[in-house]
């Protein structure tokens, strides 16, 4: 029996070794299923109307049109303010820039993603969603995939701005930078996304914006809470802590460093993908916890005649 | 008034389905529904063991004061609540499969729109939901807004219609979907006398197609009018359950409507009952209905002008 425990504790061993070495490819792996998932579902002519549907809305109202500009004005406002620094005024752009695109995706990401479903709870027009052949299914995945092309829109939007600045400032070699790492802030919004599309499945809409700016700004911390763990002296809280920054998605592995637009070019395609794989399937699996609790969640409770 | 070409719904002519084989299109057995605080506690008991059952082709009512039940019932007969105890099935099946959905269309109390929206949209989106291909969508989209007089109005938001108006697209939105069965909260609150003779007419012609008709009111002169059964809530429970014939029928009680009577014959017939042994109660001219009158005045009116 000892023998035989000691064989599985070795082959675990081995496994988890095994796993820690071809973490990456598995994540890309992960993510490239997930992507197609995601494909698929959009595919369904049902989750594409809930999702164009949920587009249309957030189109419509004004204040995502005032995020948008803010977020243009701030990056405009960076090459003013990068002047106080002379000989790294590209770096100084860059990481404003970023920082606005990411800051004002987060807002549109939190604020959209958090109504969608509650708008359609509290204007009751869920009710005749439900009258129709729709399942959670539709109606969750379809929203996520709205608010994540509102999402696209947004960032897409203020990159284009970024990226016109640097092509006709006299960097237009880091053009290529500052759209890859666009492009990771967007994949950090999917998690968001989908994180905020789980929460309003079962909190208030006010307890969903709080908390899930709350986990991502712990989720932008995450090497300094990992690192806190280390110094924690009760092992159960350790285990604890260590056990929700694994489960939390780590929001600071899509910020590109500065010296990705100071020196060298850091990042491996490897890493850079497997980043993007992480997101998708952590994404995917937020969506797919919010199919579930949509699905044996009660609506319209608060009224009965 | 003509409504959308029929899918092919066996025809059941007004009163047969009460005569002829009765094929169950809803069924509640032991139904119950308690709601529940945040921590599990009940609070309200809002429909106790309501044993009912809906027949193919028919119109059935659901009365009662407010928080009698009727909207907790219509929720339920959609799946969008779940059952404490008992259970629901529309045509066999439960509530939850979003099959059956198909054949159901459902109304709620207040037009529940996407205020974003226009009634053209609106209309096009449930018409997405459904799978309908962009031909027949138009198609139907034109003869359901024609049918509830709405065609001048359809690029109107409908956060700027009136509540009669949004009525009417929730009745758009049912017809354009041509269920089988058709669930109407309220179908004629908030309607002007006019409004709600031609939401009757539509009701009518709904059941003359063979489709089953079950809502609710509190306009109890509305249900006399078109309904064939009524079930009476009261705090949860069915008090009553019976065609509006054998309920409202004065058993030992006789009318005879007579036109041209002169004098002389009169008095004949009332020496007659009373050799007979009747009681006579009252003999004079009968009244109008108020909204026979009105619907009548308003209509000389406009013919005049």
């Known amino acids: 029996m000892i023998l035989f425990f000691k064989a599985l504790k070795d082959y675990l061993s081995d496994f988890f070794k095994l796993l820690k070495t071809y973490w990456p490819e598995i994540q890309i792996g992960l993510g490239g299923v997930c992507l197609a998932l995601f494909v698929a579902g959009a595919a369904s002519a049902k989750v594409r109307t809930i999702a164009l549907n949920s587009i249309r809305e957030e189109v419509r109202k004004k204040i995502l049109y005032f995020l948008i500009l803010f977020g243009i004005i701030f990056m405009t406002a960076s090459g003013a303010i990068s002047k106080v620094q002379p000989g790294r005024e590209a770096e100084a752009v ?35 969603l439900f009258s129709h052949p729709v399942s959670s299914f539709h109606i969750i995945l379809g929203k996520f995939l709205g608010v994540l092309g509102v999402v696209f829109v947004s960032v897409a939007l203020m990159t284009a701005g970024l990226v016109a600045y640097f092509a006709i400032a006299p960097w237009p070699e880091l053009v290529g930078r500052v759209a890859l790492a666009a492009v990771l802030v967007f994949f ?95 994404a995917a699996v937020m969506a797919a916890l919010g199919i579930l609790f949509f699905r044996i969640k009660e609506v319209g409770t608060e009224k009965w005649e | 008034m003509i409504l959308p070409r029929d899918r092919g719904v066996g025809g059941t002519q007004r009163g047969s389905a009460l005569k002829m084989e009765r094929n169950v299109v809803v069924r ?107 031909k027949s969508r138009k198609e139907r989209i034109d003869h359901v807004l024609e049918v509830v007089g709405l065609t001048e109005a359809r690029r109107r938001r409908t956060r700027e219609y009136s509540k009669g108006m ?109 050799e007979g042994g009747g009681q006579l109660e009252k003999i004079g001219h009968p009244r109008e209905s108020l909204e026979s009158l009105f619907l009548k005045t308003i209509k000389e009116e406009e013919i005049e002008k």
């Open chain 1, 94 to 128: 860059a990481q404003l820039g970023l920082f606005a695109i990411g800051l004002f995706g987060m807002l549109v990401a939190v604020f959209s993603a958090t109504t969608a479903l509650y708008s359609e709870i509290k204007g009751r027009t869920i009710f005749l």
């Open chain 1, 188 to 282: 950090q919004l999917a998690m968001l996304t989908a994180m905020c599309v789980l929460g309003s499945t079962f909190l208030s809409r006010i307890t969903n914006i709080l908390l899930s700016m709350l986990l991502f700004f712990v989720g932008l911390g995450h090497s300094f809470f990992k690192d806190m763990t280390e110094l924690m002296q009760v092992a159960v809280i350790k285990y604890y802590v260590q056990a929700f920054l694994f489960l939390l998605p780590n929001f600071q592995k899509f910020s590109l460093p500065a010296k990705a637009f100071s020196g060298e070019f850091p990042f491996k395609s490897t890493d850079l993908l497997s980043t993007c794989g992480d997101s998708l399937f952590r």
């Open chain 2, 28 to 134: 509640t057995v032991n139904l119950t529904k308690v709601y529940r605080t945040f921590w599990g506690r009940p609070y309200v008991r809002a429909l106790n063991k309501v044993n009912l059952e809906v027949y193919e082709g028919e119109i059935f009512a659901l009365l009662g004061p407010n928080g009698s039940g009727k909207t907790t019932t219509m929720k339920l007969l959609l799946g969008i609540m779940f059952p404490t105890d008992g259970r629901v099935e529309v045509f066999g099946q439960s509530p939850r499969n979003v099959e059956i959905k198909k054949d159901v269309g459902f109304m709620p109390e207040e037009s529940y729109l996407y205020r974003f929206l226009n009634a053209d949209e609106t209309l096009k989106f449930y018409a997405n939901l459904m799978g309908l291909d962009a």
């Open chain 2, 166 to 274: 949004s009525r009417r697209i929730g009745m758009a939105q049912v017809l354009l979907k041509d269920p089988k069965l058709v669930i109407l909260d309220e179908p004629t609150i908030g309607l002007d006398p006019m409004g709600a003779r031609e939401m009757k007419d539509v009701i009518l012609e709904l059941k003359q197609r063979g489709k089953t008709v079950v809502l609710s009111s509190h306009l109890l002169a509305d249900v006399q009018d078109i309904c064939d059964r009524i079930a009476i809530l009261h705090r949860g429970n069915l008090i009553k359950t019976d065609s509006v014939e054998n309920l409202l029928t004065i058993e030992d009680t006789w009318e005879i409507v007579v036109k041209n009577l002169n004098d002389g014959t009169r008095q004949k017939v009332r020496h007659v009952i009373l």
